[in-house]
């Protein structure tokens, strides 16, 4: 099991201040309901959306916040986290049926990810990823 660290992100380049909050029904919103995004924003989203890269999109014309995972939102220079809403973390888990403990498809694809974090070592974010993979595996 790795964490995944999402934080609040608003567009940086709006003048406005972030006036609601997106939620995405697919991804991060295990978050939303103990992070202090309702405080800030109440608890009904502008949109739900179903992609992250859709809530950048609409980030960019809206001035809406997000629940956004950490390394995702730092690849987009115009988003900015808010400071006064706390990181969250959320589990990740590698996820089979327990009949398919001993099967070689599932051994393999769980060493294939692993080899990948191993070669990202020596990447710009290769620490980052060794620390997932010695945790995960």
């Given at each position: 099991?790795?964490?995944?660290?999402v934080?609040?992100y608003r567009?940086?380049?709006?003048?406005a201040?972030?006036?609601?909050?997106?939620?995405t029904?697919?991804?991060v919103d295990?978050?939303?309901?103990?992070?202090?995004?309702?405080a800030?924003?109440?608890?009904?989203?502008?949109?739900?959306?179903?992609s992250?890269?859709?809530?950048?999109e609409?980030?960019?014309?809206s001035?809406?916040?997000?629940?956004?995972p950490?390394?995702?939102?730092?690849?987009?220079a115009?988003?900015?986290?808010?400071e006064?809403?706390?990181?969250?973390?959320?589990?990740?888990?590698?996820?089979?049926?327990?009949?398919?403990k001993?099967?070689?498809?599932?051994?393999?694809?769980?060493d294939?990810?692993e080899?990948?974090?191993h070669?990202?070592?020596?990447?710009?974010?290769?620490?980052?990823?060794?620390?997932?993979?010695?945790k995960?595996?």
């Amino acid at each position: 099991m790795v964490d995944l660290c999402v934080r609040a992100y608003r567009n940086v380049l709006l003048e406005a201040p972030a006036t609601g909050w997106i939620a995405t029904a697919h991804g991060v919103d295990a978050a939303v309901e103990t992070s202090d995004i309702f405080a800030e924003f109440g608890d009904m989203p502008q949109f739900t959306l179903h992609s992250l890269d859709m809530t950048v999109e609409v980030m960019r014309t809206s001035a809406c916040a997000a629940l956004l995972p950490s390394r995702y939102a730092e690849r987009f220079a115009r988003l900015d986290f808010m400071e006064h809403i706390p990181e969250q973390s959320l589990p990740v888990w590698a996820c089979y049926h327990h009949t398919r403990k001993t099967d070689q498809i599932i051994k393999d694809t769980l060493d294939w990810i692993e080899q990948g974090f191993h070669r990202l070592q020596l990447s710009k974010f290769g620490k980052f990823f060794a620390d997932i993979a010695h945790k995960w595996f």
